[in-house]
């Protein structure tokens, strides 16, 4: 399992080197990372391999840190991997992905000084904010036009809620006003949209109708029917009941994952990698409905898949504990 999991990081290494265009990133174009059809879905997925290999390279310089040739090469692939994935994420300019990696990146930073030697972690963490500090103020322009419109658009659009009694009117406001950037005017369109379908059937959800329903909706005329929130595209599906099966489905993968490293089945390292990679991910859906494309659905294969696997070493191992001595 520790080479396929090696092989994994070292083709994603290569798509990265092969396919990641610095020049245009650095010219200030956007790009679409790791052969993605679209650069948001490319930065996402660039954010959930930075988790995993920043974990797969503490792993080896602690637990397994004894296994010299493999933690050799995670000490050259993973830092490698580390740095595209933060230029890919860049590069793809997608506000939702560098927002979700806000939280995570100080999450990370801890791990890494609660894993490692303090005369190590505090030099390395240093290192590393200084880096990020100067790549952002190097491309601040860039971030600037990219980013600051919305943040304007949203500064004003809270500023105006916060003295109506409906918030609705703040958002209908924000969509007529000719300042508001596009992408932040279509989402706001297709989340009022969803609300509307949602309010309507707040338990249960429309199932398969709402697609019936949409052309009837306030904002009907948005070319979307991606909401661009997936927490959205599941209540108005399957209401409040279906979000709390789904909810207690995850709590019961995240039980068993977590079981399984405290009785030692699986590297901490690996729990705490799942655990983050689906904050991260459940962060992104707030703008985007990643659940509900290949990215996504792949992650809850995977999610659930592992979460199975620990589940049947538990019951293994808890069988063997049972069996009598002979």
């Known amino acids: 399992m520790e080479r396929l999991i090696a092989i994994h990081f070292g083709l994603a290494l290569a798509i990265l080197v092969l396919h990641l265009r610095l020049g245009a990133i650095f010219a200030g174009e956007t790009v679409t990372p790791l052969i993605q059809h679209n650069q948001i879905h490319g930065a996402v997925c660039c954010g959930m391999l930075f988790i995993g290999a920043v974990f797969w390279l503490l792993y080896y310089l602690t637990e397994g840190a004894d296994k010299c040739p493999i933690r050799f090469y995670a000490s050259i692939v993973a830092p490698l991997i580390g740095a595209l994935c933060l230029i890919g994420i860049y590069g793809a300019k997608s506000k939702g992905v560098w927002l979700s990696l806000v939280p995570v990146l100080p999450v990370l930073g801890f791990f890494v000084m609660r894993n490692l030697k303090l005369r190590i972690a505090a030099p390395a963490i240093i290192c590393i904010a200084a880096l990020l500090a100067l790549g952002i103020y190097t491309v601040r322009d860039n971030l600037y036009r990219t980013a600051g419109p919305t943040i304007t658009s949203t500064i004003s659009m809270l500023k105006d809620a916060s003295t109506r009694e409906q918030v609705g009117g703040a958002v209908a406001q924000t969509i007529d006003s000719a300042i508001t950037p596009i992408s932040m005017n279509e989402r706001l369109q297709l989340w009022s949209n969803a609300w509307e379908l949602f309010s309507a059937a707040p338990v249960f959800g429309w199932g398969s109708e709402w697609l019936e329903l949409w052309p009837h909706t306030h904002y009907s005329h948005v070319q979307y029917t991606f909401m661009h929130n997936g927490y959205l595209e599941i209540l108005i599906r399957y209401g409040l009941f279906g979000a709390a099966i789904f909810a207690a489905m995850l709590a019961c993968f995240c039980c068993s994952v977590y079981r399984a490293a405290y009785l ?44 199975l696997a620990c589940q049947l070493k538990i019951r293994l191992l808890e069988r063997k504990q049972a069996a009598p001595v002979q």
């Open 264 to 307: 030692a089945i699986i590297p901490k390292h690996a729990m705490h990698a799942f655990f983050i990679i689906l904050i991260f991910f459940s962060l992104t859906i707030l703008s985007n409905s990643n659940n509900r494309l290949a990215s996504g659905e792949s992650l809850s294969i995977l999610t659930a898949a592992f979460a």
